[in-house]
């Protein structure tokens, strides 16, 4: 808006000074923000890429995200592997030796290659990783390693 003046005349009178009217302009200029932010874009679309680093993991998905249409697969170790060699594939009790042909046997015509491995609180680590291992050279994609909840029994 323009500012508003009234010429004076010889002798002003109050009249004429309240038509006088300053209006400033207060506007924020949003050239210089707008250049700013983008700035800022680029760097950080430059920079993200960089940032994120991490390690593949396939993670184990849960039962209840998704209905499994085919049969699952359950391996338990017991705790009396370590001595014996014998596991279960089901209720199934196999010996460990055994175990990479009858999985084998199983997989041959599943789409999705995946077993749940079980295992005994008192089996060793050791144990499980080399059923685990057994289970990989025997074609398995993916192994879920199911525990319990804390409530459970």
Do not use: C
């Not at 998704?66 to 705790?79: D, H, N, S, W």
């Not at 196999?94 to 005994?120: C, F, P, S, T, W």
């Amino acid at each position: 808006m323009p500012k508003v003046q009234t010429i004076p005349s010889a002798a002003p009178t109050r009249a004429s000074r309240l038509r006088r009217v300053n209006v400033s302009l207060a506007e924020i200029n949003v050239v210089p923000l707008v250049d700013v932010m983008l700035v800022l874009l680029i760097i950080f679309m430059v920079t993200a890429p960089m940032i994120q680093r991490g390690i593949d993991v396939n993670l184990p998905i849960s039962t209840k995200s998704g209905q499994i249409t085919a049969e699952r697969v359950f391996v338990t170790v017991p705790l009396g592997y370590h001595k014996n060699g014998i596991l279960y594939m089901g209720d199934e009790p196999i010996h460990a030796n055994a175990l990479e042909e009858r999985i084998r046997q199983k997989m041959e015509n599943r789409a999705d290659k995946q077993v749940y491995l079980r295992g005994d609180g008192g089996v060793q680590l050791q144990d499980l990783m080399d059923v685990f291992d057994r289970l990989k050279t025997a074609g398995v994609e993916k192994v879920g390693i199911i525990g319990k909840l804390p409530g459970e029994r």
